[in-house]
């Protein structure tokens, strides 16, 4: 079954069902999980310096709870948190899964339709694209 997992968090209310999935999942297989958090930052002008909304102290506290409850239900887990310019998260997420040699990839969607994704750039859409794994999308 799947007995890597690779788990892309954004910290949005969907994530706590990603985990949830994940921890799910694990437990049936007996499976190790990466919990994946990219910070998406854009690059501001000339100066080439990398912005985000987000602080570093606040994506690394968030996947290290995630880590700690998947630990505390007996599921061997792994937290990852970096930086990647934007629009390149997708590339990112399959790039680990391959590193990792994740059997599976799971990742949440807003549920935004096809076409919406499609022209708004939906991650997970990128994902299922790029993906030569099997790819689990909670909505």
């Known amino acids: 079954m799947y007995e890597k997992i690779l788990v892309a ?22 499976g190790e999980v990466w919990v994946l958090h990219l910070r998406e930052r854009e690059m501001m002008g000339k100066t080439g310096l ?3 909304s987000e602080s570093s102290d606040e994506a690394t506290e968030a996947v290290a709870t995630a880590v700690e409850a998947l630990t505390q239900a007996g599921i061997k887990a792994h937290g990852v948190v970096r930086d990647t310019g934007f629009g390149y998260a997708a590339r990112e997420i399959v790039g680990d899964a ?10 949440g969607t807003r549920g ?3 076409l919406a994704g499609l022209v708004l750039g939906s991650t997970a859409h990128k994902v299922i694209h790029l993906a030569d794994r099997p790819v689990l999308v909670v909505r």
Request: charged content about 25%; aromatic content about 0%; proline content about 0%.
């Open 50 to 52: 990398m912005t985000s």
């Open 98 to 107: 391959r590193e990792h040699a994740a059997d599976v990839i799971i990742m």
């Open 112 to 114: 935004r339709g096809d």
């Open 9 to 30: 968090v954004d910290h949005s209310e969907i994530s706590a069902r990603v985990l949830d999935a994940a921890r799910g999942l694990a437990s049936l297989s007996h």
